[in-house]
């Protein structure tokens, strides 16, 4: 397993809230009503977070917070447990991180079972719970492909279904599958272990909703456009969650609109 280019990668820009044609509300996930401290937080769990930017911009976007501006109460209403493989840029997350009561950062081999279940146990038991709210899975499961193959993609799903009943999964196309291999063979690497046998390809957006879907019982409630990368965002809902939390109608209103 070549693990420590996966980590070399890590690197990459991640994508941005509004990016290309992509662009969601804040309203699919926490509703059209504010955030109040005396409720419940709302509890993120952001999977491959890289250094951060983009779980710090996350947890902005949802409290209406803009760059310099501070909450009080913010970490009362939402908290996001960011994990990367990667424990130098986790810590560098950690050290820029200018909201640090609201977002917190581990490192975490997300495929290690045995390690994901005690930390993630231990961060929500803090709150009384069993579950988040919502994950967000940005530009990783190619990464867990190449890395632990067709079971493995799977695998990653079902938990991630599991421990999120709200999901937004942003899947690398295949394309970028072929130019992770050939900038391994460029610098005279090893390829990836499961390249050459992944079952699982071609658009991979379709092979997420259809695992998604039709073996974890979640249901694509908006595909938010695509990103200036060309990746699609794609918002899941377990059918628990779509009994007891409806679509918010600005949700309902974006989709008639031609944002699905």
């Not at 988040?132 to 990783?140: K, L």
């Amino acid at each position: 397993m070549v693990t420590s280019f996966q980590n070399t990668c890590f690197w990459r820009k991640r994508s941005t809230l509004s990016n290309g044609s992509a662009s969601y509300p804040r309203s699919c996930f926490v509703g059209s009503s504010s955030l109040s401290p005396e409720t419940r937080p709302i509890l993120g769990l952001d999977v491959g977070c890289n250094s951060g930017d983009l779980s710090v911009a996350l947890y902005k976007h949802f409290l209406s917070l803009h760059d310099g501006e501070a909450c009080l109460d913010a970490s009362r209403a939402l908290h996001l447990l960011c994990c990367n493989i990667d424990p130098v840029l986790v810590e560098r997350a950690e050290k820029e991180c200018p909201l640090p009561d609201g977002l917190t950062f581990i490192t975490l081999d997300f495929m290690n079972q045995r390690t994901q279940k005690v930390l993630l146990s231990s961060f929500l038991s803090q709150f009384g719970r069993s579950v988040f709210d919502i994950g967000f899975c940005m530009s990783v499961t190619m990464w867990i492909h190449l890395n632990h193959g067709n079971q493995g993609l799977w695998e990653f799903l079902a938990h991630l279904s599991y421990l999120c009943p709200y999901l937004l999964v942003e899947p690398q196309p295949w394309k970028c599958y072929r130019a992770a291999a050939r900038r391994l063979r460029k610098l005279g690497l090893q390829d990836f272990d499961h390249f050459r046998s992944l079952a699982i390809g071609g658009d991979m957006a379709i092979q997420t909703v259809q695992i998604l879907t039709q073996d974890h019982g979640m249901e694509l409630v908006c595909c938010f456009g695509n990103t200036s990368w060309d990746r699609s965002l794609l918002l899941f809902r377990t059918k628990q969650a779509t009994e007891t939390h409806p679509i918010p109608g600005s949700l309902i209103e974006e989709e008639n609109n031609g944002t699905k």
